[in-house]
Structure formats: C-alpha cells, structure tokens
C-alpha cells in the first residue's frame, strides 16, 4: 500500500460505515482513459474561450530546474488568466447589455444567449440559467437568481462577441476556510515539495502554498495530522512519520506562523488509523476487537495521551482551533460502550486545561448520540461527493447531475442539521468535490474516469447558493487543496499524487467560485 493510501482509506472505510444506515453504495462507473479530458502540459495560456490549446504529449519527464538560490523552482501551473469584457450586477436586479457601449458594435441583426463550460473548460462559467429578455435586440436586459459568473455571447450579424456578467449580493457573515492536504514532504517528486531542507527554499514553498488562501480571501487554513494504532490489541497511538502525522515540531511551527503572518487563523483537525504496514489479520483483529467493551476503554485512554499531547504542540504554536477527532462518531458506541460521552467529556476538559483556543469534533452527519454539544466550541460536517452520488433516485445520472437535483439535496441534508443542532449557531461545514465525471474518487490512478472540472464547479455553486440561508454555519472549509497551483504530476511514477481530478479547487475553476463567495461573505458587516 502507498504512502498516501492509508488515512484516506480508512476514512473512506469509515465514511461507508456511518452513511450505510441511510445511504446505498454508489454506482461505479465505467472507467476510461486515464488521460482523458485533461488538459495539456506546460504554462499555457487560454483564450477567452476558456479551452487550452493542445500542446503534445503529457509524460516526457525533464530534470527540475533550480533558481538562483539553488531552489528546485516550483511549477507555476496552467495559467488561467484570459482577457474579457467583464459587467457587473447583482441578483434580482433587471441588468441592462447593450451592445453598442459594451462591444461599440452596431449591427442589423443581434442575437444574446449564455454559454456553459464543458468538462475541461479552464474558466469558471456559471451553471445556474439566467433569463435574457429580447434576446435579439440590441439592448438586452437579464434577471439573475443566484450569485455567478456568468458567459453571455452575442453574435451581431456574423461576428461573435463573449462576455462575463458577474453577479454579486451582499451575503451575511460567513467564515471561509481551506483545508490542505494531509501529506508533509514530497508529494509527486522534487518540484512538488512543501518540505525541502534548505531553509530558503522551505520558506519559498510556504510561500507557494499559502498563496492559494490568500487569493480566495480565506479566513483559515486547516492542518490535518494523524495518529496510527501501531498495535491492535490494547490500542497504542503513534505519531513519529512527520510525513503522514505532522509530527515535525520545526515544520508545524514556521508554517503556523507562516499562516498567522498572512492574517489567516490556524485549525488542526486530528484523524485516525491502523497503521501503514498491518496485514490483513491486523485489519481483521481489529474489527473484531473493536466489538469489545475493554478495547474501547483503553482506546479512549491512549486517544486522550495522544490528543493531549499534541494539544499541547499547538498551544505552543498559538493554533486557533483543534478539532479532536475526525469523524468522531465512529466512537459513539452506546450498545458496546455506553460511557463513550463521559469519556469524551474528559479529553475535552484534559485538552482545556493545556490548551486554549477552540475545540470541536468532526462528523459526516448531524448524529442524535452527541449528547455533550455544549462541551464544544464547534463543529465540523464533512460533505463529499459520495453523499450525493449515492443517494436512490435523487440524481437521475450521476455523470450529468442537475442544478435543481443538487439544490434539492442540499436543503434536504440541512434539514437534519437543523433538526439536530439547528439552536447552535456553531457549525463549520466541509465539501469535499472531485473534478471527476460522475464524482468518481478513488486513490488508484488506473481505475481514475474522466476529468469534470464544471461538475466540481456544479457541486459548489450548488452547496454555496444554498448553505448562505443556514442561520446555524458559521464557516465553510472547502478541501483538500493542494499546496502548487500545478495540479498535475508529470512524472508517470508520480501519478498517484495527480490532483488533476481529485478534490483539491487550487487552480481550477472552482477555485473562483470560492474567491466570489468569499467576497459575498465578507460583504456583509461583521
């Protein structure tokens, strides 16, 4: 098994335990050509028709270049950045297109319409329907619903004309938040290496990553670090590979400062494991034990030690928030071990008492048996692309899903929150949306389908357009960003490491998604 393998995995294990009750298993869909509709290599740059020019063959692998302080330079990814007439507008408003003072065209015939993105269109263009009115005049007026960045095209005789309508509102105060990914070095060979020795090039490659938050104007950044069972039966927690767990107190405390430097706050999420090398009789003593009432209880004992612990590295580094334990009601066991809510209760006041910043505990779902709400500062819900795929007779094709289908599961999961916890105001909400068809994950680079940047950029104008009449959010983290804007690996032995349609937005168009919705939230008086 992969280096990167292990906590996704046994979170996706996880995930598939806790939505069994309520969910069926998703379809898989048939797998295509690992490359197909991805975009081509080098620093291209795209037209205003947001389609990159084809530029040869992807799996030539040159040596890295250094710059003049000796630094493996770092790829500066596929530029997005295109020229277009741009107007601006917000919702529920009659928004007036003329063409002869937007274009300074006249002409005998006029005719507007919108434009959508196709699977591997680099520019983010809403997915919501506007309505043009006396679309063949030469002064159209539109009515938007929801907030976009909209392509509008007019063609005037026989030439044609693009343009963007960005439609803002003034939002209420929301939190946003990124979430990186939960791997500490090397990550697709040396150019992508957010921990290189040389201290200026680390420096340098901070800089890199947390240029990405800063652009979408976020308020956080989130760490995710793991402990691992190195041993099944009694359970003992190790954190020693700084790679998978954060563990190196150096790194954790330039980037946290790194962080703090830039005005964004620190969140430290802690997840959880068997370890890296078990054998599959490991896997199999563990679910068994996990049956028993005397495991649990030393579980609860060694995950206290260790929350602990690293509570007290982030006291020491001036972390804002922790969240103690990812997926935390994979330890609400009532019928195996009905002191579970006593013994949480106690790691969160032992956490407090080294510790002063918030703390919080992650779930999938609002779940009935967290009994010990006001014991917390905060709580996170994980949305992944799964919860929606997965959900019979809501989305009538998975590889083409629908504005109104989305919205429609939005309101429907909100609605157990708020049955739940809907009196605290408390609640962070994380998505996590592959730009894959059919919002296919999977950590094997053969069984990978086919890159969708638009149906990433569906899912989250779908979730933000929805998420902002929540009186009970308090923030959005979207994840797992990747720390380069070059989401492609071109090495083919690093393929595993790709990000090309794997969750992380960074450079891609639901990256300017995020960016507006930042805006409309910071809109809004604090």
């Not at 996704?8 to 797998?31: F, Q």
């Not at 996990?290 to 602990?308: A, G, N, P, R, S």
């Not at 053969?446 to 899912?459: G, H, K, M, P």
Request: with cysteine; glycine share 6%; net charge negative.
């Amino acid at each position: 098994m992969k280096l990167k393998q292990i906590i996704p995995l046994i979170a996706a294990i996880i995930i598939i335990g806790i939505a069994i009750t309520v969910l069926t298993g998703p379809k898989t869909p048939e797998t295509g050509d690992d490359n197909q509709g991805t975009p081509s290599t080098g620093g291209e740059t795209p037209d205003s028709s947001g389609e990159t020019p084809d530029s040869g063959d992807t799996t030539d692998v040159t040596e890295p270049e250094t710059d003049d302080d000796g630094c493996i330079e770092i790829p500066p990814g596929i530029s997005r950045d295109y020229e277009i007439v741009q107007v601006e507008g917000s919702v529920n408003e009659t928004i007036e297109l003329s063409a002869g003072s937007i274009f300074g065209v006249t002409a005998d015939q006029y005719s507007w319409s919108q434009r959508f993105a196709d699977m591997t269109t680099l520019q983010y263009m809403s997915n919501h329907i506007l309505t043009i009115n006396e679309p063949d005049n030469e002064t159209a007026t539109v009515n938007v619903t929801y907030p976009g960045v909209y392509r509008i095209e007019l063609e005037a005789d026989d030439t044609t004309y693009e343009m963007e309508l960005k439609v803002t509102t003034v939002g209420r105060p929301m939190e946003m938040g990124v979430n990186f990914i939960d791997l500490y070095g090397e990550i697709g060979g040396p150019e992508f290496n957010i921990y290189p020795d040389d201290p200026v090039c680390f420096q340098k490659a901070l800089d890199h990553a947390l240029a990405g938050p800063v652009r979408v104007d976020s308020d956080w950044i989130g760490l995710i670090s793991g402990g691992f069972y190195s041993q099944v039966d009694p359970p003992v927690m190790q954190d020693d590979d700084h790679y998978l767990c954060l563990s190196d107190e150096y790194f954790y405390g330039e980037f946290v400062d790194a962080a703090h430097e830039r005005g964004l706050k620190v969140m430290e999420t802690f997840q959880q494991g068997p370890y890296l090398f078990f054998t599959p009789e490991q896997y199999d003593e563990l679910a068994d034990v996990q049956q028993t009432h005397l495991w649990w209880d030393h579980w609860f004992d060694e995950w206290e030690k260790f929350i602990v612990r690293r509570c007290t590295m982030a006291e020491r580094h001036g972390v804002d928030a922790v969240v103690l334990m990812m997926f935390a009601e994979t330890s609400f066991n009532p019928d195996i071990y009905p002191e579970y809510a006593d013994r949480w209760v106690e790691i969160i006041n032992s956490v407090r008492e080294v510790y002063s910043g918030e703390v919080g505990l992650s779930f999938v779902n609002a779940d009935e048996r967290l009994t010990f709400i006001d014991d917390l500062d905060f709580i996170s819900i994980t949305y992944f692309g799964g919860l929606y795929t997965s959900r019979v007779g809501a989305i009538a094709d998975v590889s083409n899903p629908t504005m109104e289908e989305l919205l429609a599961i939005n309101r429907n999961m909100f609605e157990g929150i708020e049955y739940f916890w809907g009196n605290n105001s408390l609640i962070y909400i994380v998505i996590t949306f592959d730009s894959t068809d059919a919002m296919f994950s999977t950590e094997d680079p053969e069984q990978r389908t086919a890159t969708d940047f638009n149906e990433q950029v569906l899912y989250y104008e779908a979730f933000f357009s929805t998420i902002g009449d929540q009186p009970w959010v308090r923030g959005v983290f979207t994840e797992r960003w990747d720390y380069f804007d070059e989401y492609r690996r071109f090495d083919p032995e690093q393929a595993y490491f790709d990000e090309t349609n794997a969750a992380s937005p960074r450079n891609k168009p639901a990256e300017d998604v995020v960016a507006l919705w930042s805006q409309i939230y910071h809109s809004a008086a604090p």
